[in-house]
């Protein structure tokens, strides 16, 4: 099949399925004219891939991850179990951080529910994380 066939079965673009070529997450065939072509088994593996980059996990793990789903064995199912873990620490912690920033929101709610604005955050409410940039609203 061609990358738009790809594409539309898996409900990814084009432009990513290239994206994932580039990565070294997906390969392809070429027709003689030099078209990408894809078998069946792709479709699963692009599946697999979205359901990756849906858990939060980056194309680079991902890519570290795939010698496990290709050739199993017990070294790689020993590196991906640890690299797994790994992101599901990492996505704990995230989990952790937007849960103190729920409550701290729902504290600010509740602070100001009497029609006046308070500006000073609750009691134990995260401090600001100087490596990440403060959105700026659009204007």
Do not use: W
Not at 4 to 9: C, H, I, S, V, Y
Not at 94 to 110: C, G, K, Q, V
């Amino acid at each position: 099949m061609r990358i738009g066939e790809l594409a539309g079965r898996t409900g990814v673009s084009v432009r990513s399925l290239r994206y994932y070529e580039d990565q070294g997450l997906l390969a392809s065939g070429r027709s003689g004219s030099g078209q990408r072509t894809y078998d069946e088994e792709h479709v699963e593996r692009v599946r697999f891939i979205q359901h990756l980059y849906a858990a939060g996990i980056s194309s680079r793990t991902i890519a570290e991850l795939l010698p496990c789903v290709e050739r199993p064995s017990e070294e790689n199912s020993g590196t991906a179990q640890a690299r797994l873990a790994e992101e599901r620490d990492k996505l704990a912690r995230h989990i952790a951080d937007l849960s103190r920033t729920l409550d701290s929101l729902d504290s600010l709610i509740a602070s100001t529910a009497d029609g006046t604005c308070n500006h000073h955050l609750p009691e134990g409410a995260p401090a600001a994380d100087p490596a990440r940039p403060t959105p700026v609203a659009a204007g």
